[in-house]
């Protein structure tokens, strides 16, 4: 009997954007996927909040009638992932996260946020813009992005996972960060491996932080590899 897996977009995405993967994976799983609400045409008249997210797995697992998964959380997917894990941890077995930023200091959130401004990303990268555009539509992306830099600034503002939550996470938890990424550091990562009783850090040559630009075969792999 195929065990379940649940697969976690990341801020300002989809989860479209995991189909190609849930694909490569679906012989060793039963794959699903959610839309955080706000996300991928999801509707949501409230801020983001990561507590809110894990809502929406509890949600989802409920509608669909599992009653345990394992994780795997892209980048904002992970840290919901262990939000949900020290909320409801009957709900799931091991935990991959890939690219998840742990450093939610105040300087580090204002750097994000800097990035975070809808007209001068549809000034400057159109494309990206787009991109935004086609994923979230018919939401406002530039909304999505607003609320995604405030989400941020909560997180520095004392809604983050402390060291002391992810003491009493025990579980099994890969944290995985690709050599090349340049918004996570593996500093930080093997930190957050440290704090976590169960966790193991694994570094992935090669890779860069954009879910688009990872190799998805070597994704399927590590993620396969540790829940098997």
């Known amino acids: 009997m195929k065990q379940n897996l649940l697969l976690l977009h990341g801020a300002l995405g989809s989860e479209v954007q995991l189909k190609p993967l849930q694909q490569l994976l679906a012989n060793d799983f039963n794959v699903h996927t959610l839309n955080f609400e706000g996300h991928g ?95 979230h539509q018919p939401n406002n992306w530039k909304e999505v992005m607003n609320k995604t830099a405030s989400m941020m600034l909560d997180l520095a503002n004392g809604k983050k996972l402390t060291n002391d939550d992810l003491h009493q996470i025990q579980h099994k938890t890969l944290i995985g960060i690709g050599s090349l990424d340049n918004m996570v550091s593996v500093a930080e990562s093997e930190n957050a491996a440290t704090q976590l009783p169960n966790g193991i850090l694994k570094i992935i040559e090669a890779i860069k932080h954009p879910i688009e630009k990872v190799d998805v075969n070597v994704l399927a792999t590590f993620i396969r590899d540790f829940i098997v």
């Not at 939610?104 to 750097?111: F, I, K, N, T, V």
Request: glycine share 8%; charged share 25%; no cysteine.
């Open 41 to 135: 045409g999801r509707t949501s008249d409230d801020g983001f909040d990561m507590e809110r997210f894990a809502d929406n797995i509890v949600e989802k697992l409920q509608t669909i009638g599992i009653s345990q998964t394992h994780i795997f959380g892209y980048s904002m997917g992970g840290y919901v992932a262990l939000t949900l894990a020290k909320k409801h941890p009957e709900l799931i077995d091991k935990i991959v996260t890939l690219g998840t930023k742990f450093n939610w200091s105040l300087e580090s959130a204002q750097q994000e946020v800097k990035m975070l401004n809808p007209e001068k990303v549809e000034e400057k990268v159109p494309a990206f813009a787009n991109r935004l555009h086609e994923l």
